[in-house]
């Protein structure tokens, strides 16, 4: 149980961290000109639109991988580590094949551009967020069946917590001017950081389980 919920810390505090979460938020409101409180409230809805797609969809992967764990065990322990290996192999390619160019988040631009409103900018954004729910996450939905509803749980109120109060953090300290960090590597190689995690937490669920 413990190793779910620190794998689900470090994924949630990793997902958070990724610039294309929090940034745009923060040059959204600055070019609209919010106030602190309006920026945190569009934070916590655009981010809550996020963590539910991710949530609801982690929870059919988790069911499915109950339901394989009540007549073959022995399969699933093997199989989801084998599952967070190759989503993490998979995501260190995939780091190797981009061009890492920087990227001015074109999406958030247009619909700058194109809709004025608060409301239209929030609803677009938390739409296009739910559309786009967190891979990771879900991959280590299916290692957590292993523990049945409890483990689903555990990385569903644990997930939903972290990563809510990371970027709302990372908000604050952005328009508070704190965070001068440059974080273009994380933002270019996201992927890679990502896919080293889950390929150490299959090792770990590997050889912790056997």
């Known amino acids: 149980m413990w190793q779910i919920f620190l794998g689900s810390i470090v994924l949630s505090l990793i997902h958070a961290s990724i610039p294309n979460h929090w940034i745009p938020i923060i040059a959204i409101s600055k070019i609209q000109k919010w106030t602190y409180k309006e920026t945190i409230s569009a934070t916590f809805i655009i981010g809550f639109a996020h963590m539910m797609s991710t949530i609801i969809i982690g929870i059919i992967v988790g069911f499915l991988g109950i339901k394989l764990s009540?007549?073959?065990?022995?399969i699933i322990k093997i199989a989801a580590p084998l599952v967070l290996l190759s989503i993490g192999v998979?995501?260190?390619l995939l780091d190797l094949k981009s061009d890492h160019r920087h990227h001015h988040h074109k999406n958030e631009e247009q619909i700058i551009k194109n809709k004025k409103?608060?409301?239209a900018i929030i609803s677009s954004l938390s739409i296009a967020m739910f559309l786009s729910p967190c891979l990771e996450i879900e991959?280590?939905?299916f290692q957590a069946a292993s523990l049945g509803w409890i483990g689903i749980l555990i990385v569903s109120t644990t997930y939903l917590a972290v990563t809510m109060l990371s970027i709302i953090a990372l908000v604050h300290f952005g328009l508070k001017g704190v965070n001068k960090f440059n974080f273009h590597f994380l933002?270019?190689?996201d992927k890679m950081i990502t896919g080293i995690v889950l390929i150490l937490?299959?090792?770990l669920a590997y050889f912790v389980e056997f």
Do not use: T, V
Request: proline fraction near 0%; charge should be negative.
């Open 117 to 119: 409103s608060k409301f």
């Open 70 to 74: 009540e007549n073959y065990d022995y």
């Open 90 to 92: 998979i995501y260190l």
């Open 139 to 141: 991959a280590y939905y």
């Open 187 to 189: 933002e270019n190689h």
């Open 201 to 203: 937490l299959g090792l």
